[in-house]
């Protein structure tokens, strides 16, 4: 098992607080349909690069969560992500 360090132990706390914000930022959606098949979307997109190591491409991956929860949910995000 590799040894990841400091830096993905950062970006996993950031993942898990995007999640987080996500969760939380839906709850002002409306729709329970819309609601939960959005919380289920994020979720699935979390799965589904769980398994990237590389710490460019999830920096990305969390740069381009981030602008789709701005356009998606309508709660402006924290400015610690």
């Known amino acids: 098992m590799p040894d990841f360090g ?28 819309a609601r939960s098949e959005t919380i289920a979307w994020f979720r699935s997109e979390i799965e589904r690069n769980k398994w990237l190591t590389d710490a ?7 740069i ?10 309508p709660t402006p995000l924290p400015r610690a992500l």
């Open 6 to 33: 400091l830096k993905y132990f950062i970006l996993q706390q950031r993942v898990i607080h995007l999640y987080r914000h996500a969760i939380r930022a839906s709850k002002y959606i409306p729709d329970p349909q």
């Open 64 to 73: 381009m969560a981030r602008r789709e929860i701005q356009q998606i949910l």
């Open 56 to 62: 460019v491409v999830i920096e990305e991956k969390i």
